[in-house]
């Protein structure tokens, strides 16, 4: 209640600072003519009375001073006159005030840019209940169907592992599953009238029943799966919509719960949809449209059944929620380690059936599953970015440091200019605190000024950078409106950095201020400054040679990399290659129709003019895709457990030839390789060489451990190896080329059911048309289109990109580190140009007159020079000293991420150093002249 | 004129000789019988004690103000006995109990005070 009063009142005195005012003088009036009258009446004459009262009150501003100072509204508004002071200095000096804006506003803003990436990308939790308690079984950020690993191994489980861990998850609060990649699949809206209603694509995800209970997600509207939906093989047709989806295809449906959505033609009932911002635990590119039971796998994958106990096909992740005492004690965590350990060696056993050798038993014993947190989700993201995030952060810090010491230098040299000025207040009873806090509250206008403009720079940067990593997908998981944590981030870097650059500054004001003379000229001012504030401003030149040097050395080895990576050989075709992904299936064709539709798909699209061969194959030659198996070799015999994987290709005849992936021995696969001929294969020089180092793999037989494709094959060529997916990989991937044209349109016989119906064999697809084009491939691409609806209407052509467009997304990341590395290293160097340009200009303004002196004396123009350059040398060295080991010792965090060269590169050190020893010199060298062409009258009339 | 100094002198000490911190207890005690404005409470001050303490307007105004923000008093403007406008300051119940306190610790004080130099005579 006081406290309020208090504030009113104070409130009201500052609006109203006239009328507060005008008390208080009546007040001291009525004291003084008061104390007159009684004086009078005491026996002194009227003007000794009023004199003796004016000589007991003494200084009335003193007083009213007083007075008013007791309130805390005084406190405010000195504040708020100080804030008036500072802005009209800065206004006062606008290029100054322009150039640590501006210098500031970058570094902060790039400072918040980075960081609101890191936070999204690596920092930020799923928003389900305790996301610490999340852990993955082995990595889950693979992807794909894998054949022939054991249990758990790259993250991988088949259903009945999958299940039996479910149903049984001892130790952990849940254990559940997903499929683990998203499919694409036709979707038809509810009330769409029959099949004339064009179907859409949706990226549907396999989930187990308990998948959203052990995640910790609750429905936004309806419910989520349960194990009901997820109890038997091929029931379960139901389906939970994510909110996006919701939203934009559902059009935000109140009544969509009970509602049906045919997808790949079978009603699925909508039961729920999931809250806004739930992406599920795996987050990739694409996002998760829709989710539906794992039982309803052969619909969704449209592939035979993986749900059998051994289909030996491998395509699920897993996931586990910890109990709350492992999640917060590595020791329990290690007991349900071990528990799940245990499990997975016994299902191993149990799958290998007969006796198990010593060897082998041993080997099981060794399998781990690692159990790896995923409070974050999964996602390739974090493993792709992290490292890079962070080196990004390291440069924009050392980016903002700069400009720190910049700012802290000008000030500085300011400083000393208003040494009359302060040295005035100082004698007319200002006080050293206000005087430092008024400079830093000059500071701090400008770092929040900063922080501000900041804020809009990282938004525009961030906004770029997150088109740039979402590589044009459809991404709605990062948004660059920065939250309440960005901001708070942005506000303690703006106080933080203002503290850095003013605080040395506003001391060193009253420090040397305190020591002069009124009566001191300014040249005895500039020469007599105290040691530490001549000390200052050269050991921020020699801080920032030191960070430039560090940012370039850093920025060099980032572009070297880049450029290393871009110029190697990739092993095929890269300008003349057009690629089209299309999906027989969503038009309804069955695997026995491909091979028709495929010989017709490659004979009109050859007549296209500007085309010089066509291919078809399941994947192009930059590709993620995992269609992987183990196989087995004649003439070769495995060690135990030796990893046979093999990446697969279906392709059709003219693959090699339309890729440019050229043939080293042997022959290719061609149009001759019928159903009717031999069964042929090529593998990559990789593969050649592992398993036939004399060189004799031509003429072996290989084959897969898929039953569809199972073969045998005879090698008939070798082709070159290619980069498929990470540049960086130095070691290439084993791989084996099929005829598209020999895979059987059935499955083999099952041996146990001989009586049974033939399946159809799924695997006859191709899913990526490739043209050999003679000119630009993107000039093709309508004729492409235009071919392909000449022969079928319905076939759907998912996306058509150019084998540079796919290239340069293989590229991303590595352009993005390198040249954000690169642009923040140029800034930095700019803002470092500035400081000491400003600091050798002011520096040898100081020293004019003695230069005057000098000349006057005698010198030659030359020595004057020289005076100049040598302290300049001085520095550049003093700094080039620290900063070379720096580089080198800072370099080891960034040797992961080179290519082609090494951390002690030392070319990249000696450009870097004359890079930066131009711009000192050059700093140095403009002023430097200037003082020596001076008149050496002029000089001494400076003053 | 020479410019004058605006920072409070530390070398001209304003409350004259009173003892540290009982200014305001004086005041609140002088306030404790009647409303006055602020010539009258230095007056009555320096009447009672019979000129050993002179409370000048250079510390007596700020106390006031401070202790009116502190709710201790309250002021208002009024006609003093020869017609004139002048703010007169009335104890609040919130000064009354102020007054009692300070008034015991100052008694406790003294009390030891004291007792410690009539101690020091007896040695």
Redesign the interface.
Known sequence: M?QL??LV?GLRSLINRQRANG??D???D??????A??KQQNGMSPEQARHAALV????R???K???WS???ESAAENLLKDVQLGLRSLAKRPAFTLVALLSLALGIGANTAIFTLIQQVLLSELPVRSPNELVTLGDATNSGIAGGVDVGQYGFFPWYAARQLEANPGPFQGIASFGSFLAKVSVRLPGAAGASQQAQLAAAGLVSGNYFKVLGAHAFLGRTLSPADDSTPDTGAVVVVSFHYWQSVLSSDPAILGKTLTINGTPFEVVGVMPPGFEGLKIGLDLADVWTPSTMQTVILQKPSMLTPNSGLFFLNMFARLSPKAAADPHVRAQSQLWLEQQVHSMIRAGEGGTISAARQKEIEHETIPLVPASHGVSYLHDTYRQSLWVLMAVVVLVLLIACANLANFLLARAATRQREIATRL?????RARIVRQSLIETLILSLGGGILGLAFAFAATRALIAFVSEGNAWIALSPAPNATVLLFTLGMSLATGALFGIGPALAITRTAAQHSLSSSSRTAGGGRSKAARWWPKSLIVGQVMLSLLLLVTAGFFLQTLRNLQHQDFGFERNFLLLARFDARLAGYSPVQTAALHQRLIDRLSSIPGVQSVALAETPPISSGNWRSNISLSGYTPAPKENMNSVLNRVSGRYFETTGISIVSGRAISATDTANSLKVAVVNEALARRFFPKGNAIGQTLTIGIDSVKGPWQIVGIARDTKASNPRNEKPELMTYIPLAQIDAFLPADAAAPSAPKQENQDRYASFILLRTSGAPSARIADLRAAIASVDPHLPLIDVSTIGEDVARMMGKEELSSSLTSIFAVLALLLAAIGLFGVMNYNVAQRTNEMGVRLALGAQRQNVLWIVLREALLLLSLGAGLGLPLSWAASRYVRDQLFGLKADDPLTYAGALIVVSCVVLLSAWIPARRAAAINPVDALRYE | MS??????NPS?KPANDLVQGTLEMLILKTLALEPM????I??RIEQISQGVFRV???SL??AL??ME???RVRSEWRA?E?N????YYTLTA?GRRALTAETERWATQTAAITRILEAGNQA
């Open positions: 006081r009063k208090n009142h008390e208080i009546e007040e001291i009525g004291f003084l003519e008061a104390s009258a009684h007991e009150m003494g200084s501003n003193t007083l001073h007083r007075v007791v309130w805390w004698a007319l009873g200002s006080s | 410019v004058k100094n605006q920072e409070p001209a404005h602020g010539f009258g230095a007056l000048n307007p250079g105004l700020p103000s401070r923000r502190g709710g003093t020869n004139r406008r002048a703010k919130n």
